[in-house]
Protein backbone atom coordinates (compact mmCIF):
# COMPACT_ATOMS: atom_id res chain seq x y z
CA UNK A 1 0.00 0.00 0.00
CA UNK A 2 1.24 2.95 -0.93
CA UNK A 3 -0.02 6.69 0.88
CA UNK A 4 0.13 9.94 -0.46
CA UNK A 5 0.03 13.09 0.80
CA UNK A 6 -0.91 15.91 -2.15
CA UNK A 7 -1.47 19.08 -2.52
CA UNK A 8 -4.86 19.92 -0.84
CA UNK A 9 -5.97 21.94 -4.16
CA UNK A 10 -5.75 18.97 -6.00
CA UNK A 11 -8.79 18.82 -8.60
CA UNK A 12 -9.78 15.31 -8.34
CA UNK A 13 -13.39 14.03 -9.45
CA UNK A 14 -16.04 13.72 -7.05
CA UNK A 15 -15.54 10.00 -6.40
CA UNK A 16 -13.69 7.73 -3.33
CA UNK A 17 -11.38 6.13 -5.55
CA UNK A 18 -10.96 3.14 -8.42
CA UNK A 19 -10.56 -0.60 -8.50
CA UNK A 20 -9.20 -1.96 -11.43
CA UNK A 21 -9.76 -4.59 -13.32
CA UNK A 22 -7.49 -7.67 -13.66
CA UNK A 23 -5.63 -7.18 -17.24
CA UNK A 24 -5.94 -3.64 -17.17
CA UNK A 25 -2.75 -1.66 -18.04
CA UNK A 26 -2.87 0.11 -14.71
CA UNK A 27 -0.38 -0.67 -12.34
CA UNK A 28 -2.61 -0.32 -9.28
CA UNK A 29 -5.02 -2.28 -8.48
CA UNK A 30 -7.00 0.43 -6.27
CA UNK A 31 -6.75 3.83 -5.74
CA UNK A 32 -8.92 5.13 -2.83
CA UNK A 33 -8.92 8.92 -2.46
CA UNK A 34 -8.96 8.86 1.47
CA UNK A 35 -9.71 12.38 2.05
CA UNK A 36 -13.44 11.69 0.42
CA UNK A 37 -13.82 9.10 2.26
CA UNK A 38 -13.02 9.76 5.39
CA UNK A 39 -12.35 13.67 6.05
CA UNK A 40 -8.30 15.10 6.56
CA UNK A 41 -8.22 18.85 8.07
CA UNK A 42 -5.43 20.90 6.32
CA UNK A 43 -3.80 22.00 3.62
CA UNK A 44 -3.37 18.21 1.91
CA UNK A 45 -5.31 15.40 0.60
CA UNK A 46 -4.40 11.87 1.73
CA UNK A 47 -4.92 8.76 -1.19
CA UNK A 48 -4.05 5.26 -0.99
CA UNK A 49 -2.85 3.03 -3.59
CA UNK A 50 -2.54 -0.65 -3.37
CA UNK A 51 0.24 -2.24 -5.92
CA UNK A 52 0.15 -6.01 -6.14
CA UNK A 53 -2.26 -9.21 -6.84
CA UNK A 54 -2.99 -12.93 -4.86
CA UNK A 55 0.12 -15.20 -6.13
CA UNK A 56 2.34 -12.32 -7.32
CA UNK A 57 5.56 -10.63 -5.94
CA UNK A 58 4.68 -7.05 -7.13
CA UNK A 59 4.54 -5.92 -3.61
CA UNK A 60 7.32 -7.89 -2.22
CA UNK A 61 10.08 -7.33 -4.86
CA UNK A 62 8.99 -3.77 -6.42
CA UNK A 63 11.65 -0.98 -5.22
CA UNK A 64 9.80 2.16 -3.22
CA UNK A 65 10.91 5.12 -5.99
CA UNK A 66 9.45 2.54 -8.64
CA UNK A 67 5.55 2.16 -6.51
CA UNK A 68 5.28 5.65 -6.21
CA UNK A 69 6.68 6.29 -9.86
CA UNK A 70 3.90 3.83 -11.15
CA UNK A 71 1.20 5.28 -8.61
CA UNK A 72 2.18 8.45 -10.33
CA UNK A 73 1.53 7.48 -13.34
CA UNK A 74 -2.03 5.50 -12.59
CA UNK A 75 -3.03 8.88 -11.10
CA UNK A 76 -2.32 10.63 -14.12
CA UNK A 77 -3.94 8.24 -17.09
CA UNK A 78 -7.21 7.47 -14.64
CA UNK A 79 -7.66 11.30 -13.57
CA UNK A 80 -5.45 13.47 -16.23
CA UNK A 81 -3.84 15.32 -13.19
CA UNK A 82 -0.08 15.46 -12.78
CA UNK A 83 0.54 15.05 -9.07
CA UNK A 84 3.09 16.51 -7.17
CA UNK A 85 3.39 14.59 -4.21
CA UNK A 86 4.09 16.12 -0.83
CA UNK A 87 4.62 13.08 1.14
CA UNK A 88 4.57 9.18 0.54
CA UNK A 89 4.72 6.12 3.05
CA UNK A 90 4.87 2.24 1.62
CA UNK A 91 3.81 -0.25 4.21
CA UNK A 92 4.61 -3.96 2.47
CA UNK A 93 1.77 -6.31 3.52
CA UNK A 94 3.29 -9.69 1.94
CA UNK A 95 0.45 -12.26 1.87
CA UNK A 96 -1.61 -10.33 4.60
CA UNK A 97 -4.75 -10.72 2.83
CA UNK A 98 -7.22 -13.78 3.53
CA UNK A 99 -8.62 -15.57 0.69
CA UNK A 100 -11.66 -17.15 1.68
CA UNK A 101 -12.01 -20.40 -0.43
CA UNK A 102 -15.68 -22.21 -1.02
CA UNK A 103 -18.00 -22.62 2.19
CA UNK A 104 -15.88 -19.84 3.63
CA UNK A 105 -19.27 -17.92 4.92
CA UNK A 106 -21.02 -21.91 6.30
CA UNK A 107 -17.86 -22.02 8.56
CA UNK A 108 -17.72 -19.03 9.94
CA UNK A 109 -21.65 -19.11 10.49
CA UNK A 110 -20.46 -22.60 12.50
CA UNK A 111 -17.88 -21.31 14.45
CA UNK A 112 -19.93 -18.21 15.74
CA UNK A 113 -22.66 -21.01 16.82
CA UNK A 114 -20.15 -22.98 18.62
CA UNK A 115 -18.95 -20.29 20.60
CA UNK A 116 -20.32 -19.48 24.74
CA UNK A 117 -22.97 -16.34 24.30
CA UNK A 118 -20.08 -13.84 26.47
CA UNK A 119 -17.19 -14.68 23.73
CA UNK A 120 -17.44 -13.60 19.71
CA UNK A 121 -14.81 -12.95 17.37
CA UNK A 122 -14.35 -10.71 14.83
CA UNK A 123 -12.12 -9.75 11.75
CA UNK A 124 -10.68 -9.16 8.50
CA UNK A 125 -10.21 -13.76 8.42
CA UNK A 126 -13.85 -13.97 8.88
CA UNK A 127 -16.14 -11.12 7.29
CA UNK A 128 -14.44 -9.39 4.61
CA UNK A 129 -11.06 -7.10 4.62
CA UNK A 130 -12.59 -3.69 4.04
CA UNK A 131 -12.92 -1.02 6.92
CA UNK A 132 -16.74 -1.34 6.78
CA UNK A 133 -16.66 -5.24 7.25
CA UNK A 134 -14.69 -4.61 9.95
CA UNK A 135 -16.35 -2.53 11.81
CA UNK A 136 -19.39 -4.02 11.52
CA UNK A 137 -18.55 -7.17 12.25
CA UNK A 138 -16.35 -5.90 15.31
CA UNK A 139 -20.17 -3.89 16.28
CA UNK A 140 -22.03 -7.12 16.21
CA UNK A 141 -19.69 -9.22 18.30
CA UNK A 142 -19.82 -6.25 20.98
CA UNK A 143 -23.54 -6.57 20.36
CA UNK A 144 -23.49 -9.97 21.27
CA UNK A 145 -21.02 -9.87 24.11
CA UNK A 146 -22.73 -7.05 25.82
CA UNK A 147 -26.45 -9.02 25.46
CA UNK A 148 -25.16 -11.88 26.91
CA UNK A 149 -23.49 -10.54 29.94
CA UNK A 150 -26.73 -8.14 30.87
CA UNK A 151 -27.57 -5.32 32.66
CA UNK A 152 -26.55 -3.09 30.03
CA UNK A 153 -28.58 -0.77 27.59
CA UNK A 154 -26.41 0.29 25.10
CA UNK A 155 -26.19 0.58 21.65
CA UNK A 156 -22.46 -0.35 19.96
CA UNK A 157 -21.24 2.96 17.56
CA UNK A 158 -20.83 2.19 13.74
Known sequence: VLALAVPGDTAFPQCSGVLVATGERLRAKAITLSSRKWGVPGDAQLLRLSFGRFGDRVAADTPDDELLSWALGDLA???GL???AVDARIQRWIDAM???????AELV???RAGLPPTLAVAG???D???VPACVGAA???AERVIGAIGGFD???AR
Not at 98 to 104: C, D, F, M, R
Request: aromatic letters at 10%; zero cysteines.
Open 77 to 79: TVF
Open 82 to 84: TID
Open 98 to 104: PQYGPGH
Open 109 to 111: AEV
Open 124 to 126: SYL
Open 128 to 130: GIG
Open 139 to 141: GRA
Open 154 to 156: AQV
